[in-house]
């Protein structure tokens, strides 16, 4: 399988407990997005990478919350003391950009379900 | 500032056509649409870039009005598999995209 995968499926935690997800692009992409998802809203924005480099955050995106992609090919998102509200879908898309990144198609993966007990 | 979708929510019966829109209040590069069933991830449907039109499936198209920052999504002779969740997203040159709150597109027998 060539696509977008995410690890875990799921993630059941307390709150005040850390987590952090992994994401697998596709691989010559060289861009990639972390997305949060809430029942009945669409993806927000939290993150993305261009390479390695971590180009823009989220302003919605508090302290608690940091992503790196080391050698430019997978990603990790990191969630300290959870909080309930935290609870939603993790997305993670890769996109392969060469210039303007607007009219670029993502490839999304099967995202991670948290649940902040 | 994320775009407008309307309606929120449709049932339609098999066949049957159905029109979704997607507006923003900025001046618009691009406009995206995806298609999202339960529980998985979105899938790509087409992309429309302004001064032009690009149709990526074969009974589903969008139109792009430029000065009115709208795009509408069209989708003819509905078939069942087309029921999900349809997100636009909107984006100014060279800056990433911004999604809608969805349109839940329901097909019935």
């Known amino acids: 399988d060539t696509g977008v995968s995410q690890d875990p499926r799921h993630k059941i935690t307390k709150r005040g407990q850390n987590v952090t997800f992994r994401c697998d692009p596709i691989?010559?992409?060289?861009?990639l997005y972390w997305y949060r998802q809430t029942l009945g809203q669409g993806p927000e924005f939290l993150t993305y990478?261009?390479?390695?480099?971590?180009?823009?955050k989220s302003r919605l995106l508090s302290d608690r919350f940091s992503a790196e992609r080391p050698k430019g090919s997978f990603s990790t998102l990191e969630i300290q003391r959870t909080e309930q509200g935290d609870s939603a879908m993790y997305l993670c898309?890769?996109?392969?950009?060469?210039?303007?990144?607007?009219?670029?198609?993502?490839?999304f993966g099967p995202g991670t379900r948290l649940t902040v007990l | 500032q994320q775009p407008v979708q309307s309606p929120q929510a449709v049932i339609l019966r098999e066949g049957e056509d159905a029109v979704i829109n997607c507006s923003s209040s900025?001046?618009?590069?691009?406009v995206h649409w995806y298609r999202q069933k339960h529980g998985e991830a979105p899938v790509f449907l087409m992309i429309?870039?302004?001064?032009?039109e690009q149709k990526g499936h074969e009974k589903i198209s969008a139109s792009f009005n430029e000065k009115k920052q709208q795009s509408s999504l069209y989708l003819t002779a509905s078939q069942l598999s087309y029921s999900g969740t349809y997100f636009c997203?909107?984006?100014?040159?060279?800056?990433?995209?911004?999604f809608g709150t969805g349109t839940k597109l329901q097909v019935i027998p």
């Open positions: 898309a890769s996109s392969l950009v060469a210039g303007d990144a607007s009219y670029n198609e993502q490839f």
């Open positions: 691989s010559e992409h060289n861009r």
């Open positions: 990478f261009q390479n390695e480099a971590q180009l823009e």
């Open positions: 429309l870039l302004k001064g032009g």
């Open positions: 997203g909107t984006a100014e040159r060279y800056q990433k995209v911004t």
């Open positions: 900025k001046a618009l590069y691009s």
